[in-house]
């Protein structure tokens, strides 16, 4: 899960870092251009035409290259992808999660192993996932439902796989 989080926002940091550079080489050789683009932006929010190209000329004097990160890429240093920060974070979260289940199978009977491990992972990853869309503000349901609905389905799938290849479940 770590691995995976860190290859997924590695890439998305890659592509801000592209992005960036693409930004200042086109900063570099097309000012003017890029003026006009910020202005544009500016306008498009809902400033009038001078009042765009004030503010505009104002932050390009300063940071240009931070003004157009921020507001034509969307990306601050705030919202920057931070690969390692992910990958500990989903590593913690994995084995907070994981915890539960495997308590459940060590003091499962033997003959309700399979069982007690899909209902307990099932409520785990509902009560998960409705406290990460409380956390977030979203349906509490609805966070619930989505986590549990795509951790049967992987649940399933692997199982599926097991099988296919002769595991014991």
């Keep these: 899960m770590a ?23 086109e900063l570099e050789l097309q000012p003017e251009h890029e003026l006009n683009e910020l202005t544009s932006i500016y306008v498009s929010r809902g400033l009038d035409q001078p009042l765009a190209r004030q503010v505009a000329e104002k932050l390009m004097s300063g940071d240009a290259l931070g003004a157009h990160s921020r507001d034509e890429l969307g990306i601050t240093e ?18 907070v999660g994981a915890i539960i289940p495997i308590l459940a199978v060590l003091l499962a009977p033997k003959s309700l192993v399979t069982e007690v491990s899909f209902v307990t992972a099932l409520i ?12 977030g503000g979203a349906p509490i349901a609805k966070g619930a439902i989505r986590v549990a609905f795509w951790g049967v389905l992987a649940m399933g799938l692997t199982a599926g796989v097991g099988k296919l290849f002769g595991a014991v479940i």
């Design 78 to 95: 705030t919202l920057r992808a931070r690969p390692l920060q992910a990958a500990l974070a989903s590593a913690i979260a994995f084995v």
């Design 3 to 25: 691995a995976g989080e860190y290859v997924s926002v590695q890439s998305q940091a890659d592509t801000e870092h592209a992005d960036i550079a693409r930004e200042k080489r």
């Design 124 to 135: 785990t990853l509902a009560i998960l996932g409705a406290t990460a869309a409380y956390a």
